[in-house]
């Protein structure tokens, strides 16, 4: 399984912004990173990927480091509808499974 | 984003039966689709990677007799819980990896066995 690592929960006031870390350590070169997120009785939804540099969408950032061993996603403001589930996962290559891990449980508060 | 349906969206069955459940990607065509469960607040786990065109890959720990995946056309895939009991009860999820590699996924189907 490709593992990565992520805290269990955070917490954010609304319309703050959010960071929520992964680290994935046994990453390879050519490994993308995605982020998706869950909301209660829903399939995942795909928040944002990248390789290398960082990246910018509607939804959010994705900060990567250089050595890509971690990555950040950055919600820039949030709202009550973010309060979900995120999962951080990178794409083992070969057999181009998805291997979710724990995820973080991020609750907004108004 | 690329379209994932499933259906049923639930379904509640009696011990012993069969159930189906029908992944399709609407907009694009999906040559690898793969299909997760998910216990109450706990993460997906991969049950399965569905080829077009050739027999399922199963993880480690699931019985392929008892989850049959089919994956007929390049839009759609199916898992039959055979014989299900209330141990198969769980939120069944598929998903489908488009041209640019990025995986979508469906809204997932809550199979409830009584």
Redesign the interface.
């Known amino acids: 399984d490709a593992k990565t690592t992520q805290p269990n929960s955070m917490e954010s006031n609304e319309e703050e912004p959010v960071h929520l870390p992964c680290n994935h350590s046994t990453i390879s070169g050519t490994d993308y990173i995605h982020w998706y997120r869950q909301l209660p009785s829903q399939g995942p939804e795909y928040v944002i990927h990248g390789l290398t540099s960082n990246v910018n969408n509607r939804m959010a950032s994705l900060a990567i480091a250089e050595d890509r061993k971690s990555s950040t996603l950055i919600l820039h403001r949030a709202t009550l509808r973010d309060a979900a589930v995120y999962y951080c996962i990178y794409d083992r290559g070969t057999g181009n499974q998805f291997y979710f891990g724990t995820g973080t449980s991020l609750t907004v508060i108004p | 984003?690329a379209v994932?349906s499933?259906h049923p969206s639930w379904v509640i069955c009696k011990s012993g039966t069969s159930v189906k459940i029908e992944c399709r990607s609407l907009d694009f065509q999906a040559t690898?689709m793969?299909w997760?469960r998910q216990f109450p607040k706990q993460?997906?786990?991969?049950m399965a990677?569905s080829n077009e065109g050739s027999k399922a890959t199963y993880e480690q720990g699931v019985e392929k007799d008892k989850f049959l995946i089919n994956h007929a056309s390049l839009t759609l895939s199916t898992l039959t819980v055979t014989s299900a009991h209330p141990e198969d009860s769980s939120?069944y999820?598929c998903?489908a990896?488009e041209r640019e590699?990025?995986?979508?996924?469906?809204?997932?189907t809550?199979l409830t066995v009584l």
């Open positions: 984003g994932v499933q690898t793969f997760y993460s997906l786990m991969l990677t939120f999820i998903s990896r590699g990025l995986l979508f996924f469906g809204p997932g809550r």
